[in-house]
């Protein structure tokens, strides 16, 4: 059993894991919970895909890493007894990251996130209402976002003028190709968003465990976003994972 939250997000993350164990020739289906990893701790669910970065902030809520490594470490070592984590995908991470138009990019001397703070006086920021987003980039603390209703009026106020960088994530479907995402570099400036499978300790077989990490030498960025455009254009996250899957077979 995989158990998400019921956002088409999360179910599609299910959906991959669900896969991955049927590619197996293991049964696998999915059930989505408000809380998921209760679920998992309860032995109602066995597998539960999560974010490091956000399970962090459940576990460690003053936890101060930031790279993919430290995060998932930490996470390891503060898991609740009965939990394990299994490998986390270091090419696909959802972590939120800034937008900046063209010439703003230019102007700070490129598109590297590390940019940022020389420019943090008086920097207007925006977000989604209802996102989660970093208070501090490195040194800069930054001002209250503007919040706006959904991507599409806020990359428009990011155009007009009205904003300097917009907070979107690095799987973001919806990012229009004209503006530029500043890329967070080492060290990190942004916490790690990167996927792993919770399971429950020996809930497992070793072959159904060998299926799970799997996935974390399969997916990247590129494809999870690429599998969010089709969900949210109203495919079924069960058959775009499976579909994925199919062209990216585990074990090869």
């Given amino acids: 059993m995989v158990g998400s939250t019921p956002d088409s997000e999360a179910m599609l993350l299910a959906a991959i894991y669900v896969a991955a164990l049927r590619s197996y020739g293991f049964a696998a289906h999915a059930e989505t919970a408000a809380d998921p990893v209760a679920k998992l701790d309860s032995g109602a669910f066995t597998v539960v895909p999560a974010f490091t970065g956000q399970m962090l902030q459940t576990l460690q809520p003053d936890a101060s890493v930031r790279s993919d490594a430290q995060v998932y470490r930490a996470i390891v ?31 700070w001397g490129g598109g590297d996130l590390s940019e940022l703070p020389s420019h943090c006086r008086g920097l207007l920021v925006g977000r989604v209402a209802g996102a989660h987003t970093p208070a501090a980039v490195g040194p800069c603390r930054l001002p209250a976002p503007r919040e706006f209703r959904n991507d599409a009026t806020m990359f428009a106020a990011l155009r007009a003028g009205q904003l300097v960088a917009a907070w979107t994530t690095t799987a973001d479907p919806d990012i229009p190709a004209d503006l530029i995402m500043l890329t967070d570099g080492k060290p990190a ?36 976003i690429g599998m969010r455009r089709q969900v949210a254009a109203g495919a079924d996250p069960a058959a775009v994972a499976a ?3 199919a062209e990216h077979p585990l074990g090869r």
């Fill in 77 to 107: 070592s503060a898991l609740p007894e009965g939990i394990a984590a299994g490998d986390y995908t270091t090419a696909a991470e959802d972590k939120p990251a800034l937008v900046v138009t063209q010439s703003t990019a230019k102007a």
């Fill in 189 to 224: 400036l942004i916490r790690a968003e990167n996927i792993v499978p919770l399971y429950r300790r020996n809930a497992l077989t070793e072959r159904q465990l060998l299926a799970v990490n799997e996935v974390a030498g399969v997916l990247d960025t590129t494809a999870l």
């Fill in 243 to 245: 579909g994925w899957l």
